[in-house]
Every structure is written in C-alpha cells, then in structure tokens.
C-alpha cells in the first residue's frame, strides 16, 4: 500500500513528474507565469501546531473541502496528489486525493471546483461563523478485539488509505493493516445514530 | 413510560457509554487535542438547495445551537448526487459575515449616516411613502425590483401586492439582466417559457456544444457531471465555442474562438450548411415546426442606449409567417467564407460545427448561459440555437435538447414562473392579454380591470425613470443593482430624489443608496421554495433564527400590504401563511403543462420537476412518453403553441453588428462576468473568509502580447474606461482565463472596482436584457 518517491519542488514546477492523471488540475495552477509575482512559499505544516490543528486551520468546518496550503506550482494537482503518497523535497509527504470513483460519483477532475487557494489573509468583512470542529473520538467497538466502525462521514473520503495509510498518515490514525486493502470489509459507516427498534 | 420507551432510553444511555468511555476518552485525550468532541451525528440535518446559481444543488445543512455549523452536498439530490462546489461548501458562512443588517435603518436628515428605528415605524413608512406616491402620481410612480434570488413566497407575494394591490406594472426583478433573452427565446418558439430538457441529457448526450459558456466556473457541478460521463464513455466531445480561453476549455475536445458579438453570423452558417447539405430532418419539421420572420432592419431596432431609445427602449418585433424555402434563400449569406470573415472562426471549424449537429445518430445538447443572453440580440441568439435543434429534430429527446443555464437559484422558479416582470403574470400568462388577466383577477378575487393591461418599464429603462424622477417610490429586495446594471452612472443616486427601500442581509453600494434599510432573513433562516434551470421546484424549512430583527422578504410585503388596505389578498401572516399562499400560486398553474407539484409532495422530496401530474415528474417536456400532456404515442407535440398550430417556430434572424465596437480611440473589446469562487455582486461571498481569501479582488486579464506592447506586467495597476467612465484595477496577463489579442476580461463581483461604470446600457431588442460583454475601451498603465 505504500509507495514513497521524493520529488524536488523544481522537479514538480518543471512539469516532469506525471503520473496516471485523471485529468487535468492546470487551469488555476497555471496562473503562476513567468509574469505573475512568484509563489507565495509553501506553508505546508507551517502552522506550528499539530498535525490536526493544521488540518483544522485549513477547513471552514470538519468535513469542509480544505483550502490549498500551498502556492501554485504550474503543474497538475494530481502530480502529487494522485493515489499515492509523495515525499516533496522540502515540504514533507503530500496526501494523495481521498475520492473514491464509486458507483454513480462523479469525475473529482477539476480540483479547484472545490479547492481554493489563498491569495490574502485578510477578510473582507469579520466572520461570525463557527465550524463544526474535528471529532477526535474514536471509532466505537463492539468489544476491544472488534474493529471500529467508521466515526466519520465517508462521502467524498472513498478511499481509505489516503489518510490511515502512508508517510502523511497523521499519527494517530495510522492503519496498523495496510495490506488488506478492502477496508469496508471489517469497518462499516454508521448511517444514523439509533438502534433497531421493532 | 412504556416499555418500548423505556428499552429505547436504556439503549440510548448505554450507546452514550459506550461512545464516552473511559479508554475511548483517554485514548483521544493522548493522541489529539481534547478541542473536539462533537461528531455530525450530534447535528440536526436538514436538506435545502443551495443558496447560490441556479444549478440548484442539493444540500445537507447541519445545526447545532440555532447555528449552521456545516454542509455537506446531498447524495439523494438527483441534481447533484453528492457533490458540491467551492461556493457550496462554504455555504455556512454566508449567513454569519459580522456585518449582517440587524435591524431596520432610516437615513438621518441631513443625508449622511442612518439611525435605526422599529419595525412598526419602517413598515408605516413603506406604506405611506407607497400610498403617498400612488395618489399623487399615479400606479406609474411606483416600482418594485426583485430577484431571482427571491424565493417563490416572496415572489408571489410582490407579484399579488404590485398587480392587484397596487394595481401598477411596475414590477421587475434582477433576472431580466440575466435570463430575459432565454424567456423570450422560448415565448418566441414554443409560446412556453423554460427548457424541454433536463440535467439527465447531461449523462447522455454525446456532444456537448457550449456557447459562450465558462460552465467550469459558473455551473461547476454540473460541469463534473459532463466530465464523469465523458470519462466513462469514450467519444463523448465537448465544443467550447467562445470569446476567450477559461478553465472550461482546458477540458474541452475543440475550443473555436469567436470575434465578440459575431455568433450570430456562426449559427446562421451551421444552419446554412445543414440546409446546403441536406442534414435535416424533414419529417420532423413537416409535423411540428412553422417559419417566422419579424424586423430585420438594424436602425429599425436600434440598440436601445443611442438616440431617443437612451431614454426608453420600447421596440417591439412584429412576426409574419415565413417558409422553410424563403428562409433557405436568406441563409445564403452565410456560407462559410463569409461567415468566417466576419467571425474569425476558420470554415472548417464552421463544416466541423455543422457536423456536429447534422450528425443525426449522436446526441446534441447545447448549453449556453450569458453570453448568449447578455447580448444586443439575445433573444435572436436563443432563437438561433433552438432553430439548429428544431431543424434536426434534436429536440425533447433524451441526450438532445438546447438546455439554457440560470445563473441564480430561482430565476425560473420565481420570477419566470411567478412571472414578476412588468409584463407578466404566472404561468406564462402576460398582462397584455385580457383572458390572462382575467384569470389572475378571478384567482385573486380581485375585480375585474384591476390589473393594468400595461407592462411596466423593463429593468434599465425603471431605473432610468428612477434617475429622471418619473418614478417617486421604489422598493429593491435580495439584489444590488448599484453594482450590477449597466453604465452606473447614468442611475448615479442624487440626494433628495425618490425614496428608495432596500431589504438585504448586509450592506452594499445599493443600501449606501437607500433612504430605509430593512433587515431580512436569508436562506434557511425562513421557509422558502426555489426553482432550478431544469423545471425542479425544491422547498426547505427554516432550520435556524434569523438574526437580530430580520425578516424574510415575503413577510415584509405582506405587513406593508396590511397597513395599506390590502392585507385580504394575503393569509393571516400571524399563522402558517406558506402553504396556502403556495397552492393559490400553484393553482394558476394546474392544467397548464406547468403544474406544479403540492406543497405536501415538495416536502418529502428533494424537488420535482414539472409539469407534475398525478405525483410523476416529467424530464422532458412535449415528448410523448413522458410528458402526460401529449397524447401522441410517439414524436413531440409543442402543445403550448397554440397561436402556432401548436407548431415550434422557426425564426430567420440575421447577423446584426454590435451596439459599440473598438476603433482607434477605445481599441480594445471588455468583457465581464463571474469567477468560480464569487456569487454575482460578491455581497454574500466575500464574508465567507476561504472565498475572499483565493479571489480578493478584481482584476483584468490582459492578452500576453498585449500586455507587453503595452509594458504590463501581472500585478501593475492599470485604468480601463470606455466613453462612460473608468476604473483602476491590477492587469492579469494569463490568468485563470486567456484572451485574444485585443480583448480585456474584468468579474463584475468587486464593488470597489465597479466595471459597470465602464459598460454600455445597450440592449437585446425583445427582452431587453442588458449586454455587458462587449463593449469598448482603452487601457494604459497607471
């Protein structure tokens, strides 16, 4: 399940890095041109706090789309975040995409459909909004020895590995079974929170 | 408690346990943070459409503590299956910027500032500046302008308190500068407004032609829904037929680029050569298509912003009938050298084109959304595609059908079926009609003769009456035309002119232009209803409090319609008002081919698409097989065409020229028009931090060589202006979107860079829908 290659940051702005894409991620990439003023420098794991608390600073609410913690490199989004993990020199591993291609989904090709960059940190007017926050229980067990059902929603999250697996896993989370590769065989999503009454 | 109850709290509190267990806490305690503990299943889920285009979503939004604390897209949503875009998840945020309007405002005497004041007090003043106007000048002095973005509540309850309250026309709303051209493109060929076909055609159809259309970024889900399918079916082509590069056309199969305002000149040369060629479908225009011409003289039509016309534009077509072998006499001018000449499109992009659509045995649909629409002759444009579509008799089939996209949630649901425009009533019915107007009175209980029988000023030309003074009163909901119209300085606000009312959720130029300010309820913070672009009416409850005292719109109206004498035309609003007022509205509707679904049936669903007869839905309108309304066992029948022997129209329109092209003094063509990440005015997507942080600000892409003759570089502070006004913003030089040569590209959402004080008020000669893609202008470095 894990595959770990380390690309340098020029090597990916140079566009030789291509791996099976689904298609195309260019268009908002694309907009760092020789004219555009250079890149804002990555802020990958920048935060300073833990892994979660960067997770969280990128997300309006848990289970929102993150924004892109990094600038444009005028390459693919899926020269890095394809099925697999990348060690990028200098910034650590990148997580591959966590959509899944399942039964009537759609193509998840266009990126920046849902996935924005920053361009500013300032705000246009004060927000009051306050986010669902990131829940850290774990999965229940029916017993200890039983696997643990699945304590998120997984629409749009399909494919497993991309968080419980590889060198991005938070720590936390890491799968301690990587090789059995059909998760939903043992660990199951709970569609609503209530009990089988007759 | 019985025993069922009592086994449920029993296995409610150990599940609690369990979920709070000692280990499970420890564990988390150890590994993460302690700052969360609260899971989606501790939210209250309820489902609505998205707020935002016109694509209408479907969206999960989940509370906690009277707050939205998080969407998710709906998988059970036919529209969207689950998926949503950037502007979708981030939906939360547009109801919680730290500037929301609270409470209702009055402007200070003196002009500057405002103070805040009751309800009762605002309301009493609606009232009396409205009766005021009425009794001095007349129903002509009055004006109302709302929005698609009104849900059908509000709507209808404009559309009942202007026409039978007020007993004015003077009823308009924001869609007529952005749908208009589609409306009467439709009137004009099926007598019936809105599309035949819907989003299934997009998981069908074999070649995708986009006119003018950034659908990537305006309808992205939809978009992915092209993308899924095309990825899934080998062979399936998309055609991006426009005026400059954007990210849909990094993802199309052929991008032919097109001079600005020339597509007319295209589609009149696809129709010439399926005709030259013989890939028509003769059997199906002998059974259901007529030929129509109407006024082709230019100078006839005008433009409607030169001459007399600045002041009103009240042109109006007169059709005659016409032949297919007159109207193939006329298309010889346009074979494609010529066609080429005047659009820059090579003439095998144009026999390319014309295969496309005389390929009989793939499915077509073309798509097509401002560009068309925002255009000098929109409505001949729509008129056009659906010609190319009746012509080939692809047409009401599944994976075949010209599909026009709304850019606001409920363009067609409220305002071109309710039909709050000067010159309509719902159901397609118009006030020019007296057994329209008839059946309005009947329904309202209204006598007869209280509906004026005529239309009202179309959007520009009500707030040109606004600038002169004609109109005294007017009361603007859920829009921000102070951004938004054309050529903004002509309708500049003067102190001490009309008094102006405007219900929103947060400031904008447009309340800066207000004498009363009223707070309103937003989204989900009130029940409402919308219509989206394939005929689905989708409803929602209120799920959170507004805040402060706002209001929803429709309630506004209906208090300002109490203290006016007028409050029988509506329910009680103290008790549950909705459904009543939904099926009075809905009534005008049954038996029409527009039925629309109950009340009760919206609720458990997640929209049906009308007409709805007997609980089904119908995907395709006038197929047989689908549509209950015709009888025909196999084939279309254009039922509603009766003035057309029940026959779709096929109308000759010729190429007309531009209203104002470059020259040596203003050489370079502007467009304008939306980026992915901003809604329209940008007032509700700029308090929502991750959308204002990607797109802050406004800007023009600049072509690269253009940009260099011109020694730009990205970021340099530039002014553009055409012969109207002008602002300063920083070039782009290849951005997100690429122009030709000669070609500048501003987004309209920044109201600090207003490029609508550099845009033409020229209109489409029918509709009289703006266009603000194409005019000209000069640009220099600041």
């Not at chain 2, 008799?393 to 709050?420: D, F, H, M, Y």
């Not at chain 2, 309509?424 to 309202?444: F, G, Q, S």
Request: glycine share 10%.
């Amino acid at each position: 399940m894990r595959r770990r290659c380390v690309i340098s940051r020029d090597e990916i702005s140079r566009g030789v890095i291509s791996f099976g894409v689904i298609s195309l991620g260019l268009p908002l990439l694309a907009a760092c041109s020789k004219d555009d003023a250079v890149p804002p420098r990555p802020k990958v794991g920048a935060s300073g706090g833990t892994a979660s608390a960067a997770r969280a600073a990128r997300r309006a609410y848990d289970g929102a789309p993150p924004v892109i913690p990094h600038g444009p490199f005028g390459a693919s989004c899926t020269s890095c975040h394809g099925q697999w993990s990348l060690e990028v020199e200098g910034m650590g591993p990148s997580p591959p995409s966590p959509h899944g291609e399942g039964a009537g989904s759609m193509a998840y090709s266009r990126c920046e459909q849902c996935h924005v960059h920053r361009e500013t940190e300032q705000l246009f007017a004060p927000s009051l909004f306050r986010g669902l926050t990131q829940d850290f229980r774990r999965g229940k067990r029916q017993h200890p020895l039983a696997p643990p059902v699945i304590p998120h929603q997984d629409l749009l999250r399909e494919n497993c590995a991309a968080c419980h697996t590889g060198p991005q896993a938070r720590r936390e989370i890491v799968c301690t079974h990587p090789e059995r590769v059909r998760c939903g065989q043992c660990h199951v999503s709970v569609a609503e929170n209530t009990e089988f009454m007759r | 408690m019985n025993r069922r109850d009592f086994i449920r709290k029993l296995g409610t509190a150990a599940a609690g346990v369990a979920a709070f267990s000692c280990t499970d806490r420890d564990e988390a305690t150890r590994v993460v943070p302690p700052s969360g503990g609260v899971s989606h299943f501790d939210l209250k889920w309820g489902k609505a459409p998205c707020r935002y285009c016109g694509t209408g979503c479907g969206v999960e939004v989940g509370v906690r503590d009277g707050k939205i604390a998080a969407v998710r897209g709906d998988p059970a949503s036919p529209v969207n299956r689950g998926l949503l875009c950037v502007k979708g998840y981030h939906l939360p945020g547009l109801l919680y910027g730290g500037d929301r309007l609270l409470h209702p405002m009055r402007r200070e005497a003196g002009g500057k500032g405002f103070s805040k004041i009751s309800w009762d007090d605002a309301l009493d003043l609606v009232a009396g500046r409205f009766a005021e106007a009425l009794q001095n000048h007349g129903p002509e002095a009055v004006a109302v302008y709302g929005s698609g973005q009104w849900t059908v509540f509000d709507g209808y309850a404009a559309l009942k308190w202007v026409k039978a309250g007020l007993r004015s026309n003077n009823l308009e709303a924001n869609a007529r500068i952005c749908m208009a051209s589609a409306v009467s493109g439709f009137m004009t060929q099926f007598q019936s407004d809105e599309p035949m076909g819907c989003y299934e055609d997009l998981d069908v159809a074999d070649d995708f032609v986009l006119w003018g259309n950034n659908m990537a970024e305006m309808h992205p889900v939809l978009f992915s829904r092209i993308l899924e399918h095309k990825r899934r079916n080998r062979g399936v082509r998309i055609i991006d037929i426009a005026t400059r590069r954007t990210p849909t056309t990094e993802y199309a199969d052929t991008y032919v680029e097109i001079r600005p305002g020339t597509d007319l000149a295209l589609a009149n040369g696809i129709l010439f050569l399926l005709l030259r060629d013989g890939k028509i479908d003769q059997a199906f225009i002998d059974e259901n298509v007529c030929f129509k011409r109407g006024i082709e003289d230019a100078k006839t039509i005008g433009y409607g912003c030169y001459g007399d016309q600045a002041d009103r534009y009240l042109f109006e077509d007169a059709p005659r009938d016409a032949s297919l072998d007159e109207v193939r006499a006329q298309l010889e001018e346009y074979a494609p050298k010529k066609v080429s000449e005047i659009t820059g499109v090579s003439p095998s992009h144009i026999e390319a084109l014309a295969e496309v659509y005389g390929n009989l045995v793939r499915g077509t649909v073309s798509l097509w959304c401002m560009g068309v629409n925002q255009h000098t002759r929109g409505t001949w444009m729509n008129n056009l595609i659906n010609d190319i579509h009746l012509i080939t008799g692809k047409i009401a089939r599944p994976g075949n059908n010209p599909l026009s996209l709304t850019g606001q949630p409920s363009a067609c649901g409220t305002v071109r079926e309710v039909g709050t425009l000067s010159n309509r009533l719902p159901a397609d019915m118009v006030v020019t009609n007296e057994e329209h107007r008839a059946k309005a009175e009947k329904i309202w209980k209204v006598p007869t003769g209280t509906i004026p029988a005529k239309p009202g000023p179309h959007t520009v030309d009500m707030f040109r009456a606004l600038a002169r003074g004609d109109i005294k009163v007017i009361w603007i909901q859920v829009t921000n035309p102070w951004v938004s119209l054309p050529n903004l300085s002509r309708i500049a606000r003067k102190p001490g002119g009309p008094f102006v009312i405007v219900s929103d959720i947060y400031p904008t130029p447009t309340t800066d232009a207000a004498d009363l300010i009223l707070p309103s309820a937003a989204w989900v913070e009130r029940e409402g209803i919308f219509g989206n672009t394939e005929r689905r009416t989708q409803h929602w409850e209120k799920m959170v409090d507004p805040p402060g005292e706002a209001r929803e719109d429709a309630l506004q109206i209906i208090q300002v319609a109490q203290r006016m004498g007028m409050g029988s035309l509506f329910p009680p609003p103290e008790g549950d008002w909705h459904k009543s007022l939904y099926e009075e509205y809905r009534s005008f509707t049954l038996g029409t081919g527009k039925d629309l679904a109950s009340y009760d049936e919206l609720l458990g669903t997640r929209g049906m698409v009308w007409p709805v007869v007997g609980g089904k839905q119908t995907r395709y309108r006038y197929a047989a097989g689908h549509d209950p309304y015709v009888k025909k066992a196999k084939g279309v029948h254009f039922y509603k065409a009766k003035g057309y022997g029940e026959k779709a129209a096929f109308w000759f329109r010729p190429y007309h020229a531009p209203a104002e092209v470059p020259d040596a003094e203003f050489p370079f063509w502007l467009s304008t028009g939306r980026v992915l990440e901003h809604w329209h005015t940008g007032s509700m997507t700029r308090r929502v931090k991750e959308l204002h942080q990607a797109v802050p600000a406004a800007y023009v892409e600049v072509n690269r060589v253009d940009a260099q003759e011109l020694g730009l570089q990205s970021g340099d502070l530039v002014r553009v202006e055409s012969r109207r006004g002008g602002i300063e913003l920083p070039a782009k030089v290849d951005g997100r979107g690429k122009t030709p040569r000669g070609s500048l590209f501003v987004p309209f959402f920044d109201e600090k860079k207003l490029v609508n004080l550099a845009t033409l008020d020229a209109m489409d000669s029918i509709s009289k829908e703006p266009d603000f893609k194409k005019c000209a202008v000069r640009i220099r470095k600041v």
